[in-house]
């Protein structure tokens, strides 16, 4: 015997080894979980930034709507993606979707617009294509958010009868 009894000091380059290895795992288990939240954060970001984008693109149609005084869906159908309305003043406000964003005037309201309808409705809920007879106006906007999801917004005007 050496003197320092039977148990050796300090560790065999086996459990080095092993110690390592563990340590290694941890790391990489603790790295995909960090991961794997940082990507859901920049996720909701983004989608968080699309659906604020939708809120202000409608609120801002249904406004312009509301304040028209005549309306002229382009084509004149019951379904469009454009329409031109005139408000007092006389202001002609035109919007339409064109490529992939919705534009006012000609002036990019919102892009990554996959979808865009103006569906209209006489007093009685039908269809219609008539611009005299329009009461309501069912608006659909569809948007790319982040990673390419697609998020749907819808909105309702009703238009008064004494503006006609």
């Known amino acids: 015997m050496n003197g320092h009894g039977s148990h050796p000091k300090g560790f065999t380059l086996v459990e080095m080894i092993v110690s390592l290895l563990l340590i290694g ?20 970001r983004g989608n968080v930034d699309t659906i604020q984008k939708a809120q202000i693109a409608l609120t801002r149609i249904a406004k312009e ?5 005549a309306l002229a ?30 534009q006012i005037n000609g002036a990019i309201l919102i892009d990554k617009v ?3 309808t103006l569906s209209y409705f006489d007093a009685a809920g039908a269809a219609t294509a008539t611009a005299a007879n329009i009461r309501r106006i069912d608006i659909a906007l569809t948007v790319a958010g982040a990673n390419n999801s697609s998020s749907s917004f819808s909105h309702t005007v009703s238009i008064s009868e004494s503006y006609w």
């Open 25 to 44: 795992i941890l790391v990489a288990i603790v790295g995909m979980g960090l991961t794997q939240i940082a990507g859901g954060y920049v996720f909701s």
């Open 65 to 69: 709507l509301n304040a028209a005084t």
């Open 73 to 102: 869906p382009s084509p004149a159908a019951a379904v469009t993606s454009s329409v031109t309305c005139t408000r007092t003043g006389p202001v002609t406000i035109a919007i339409a979707l064109s490529g992939a964003t919705v």
């Open 114 to 116: 996959t979808a865009f």
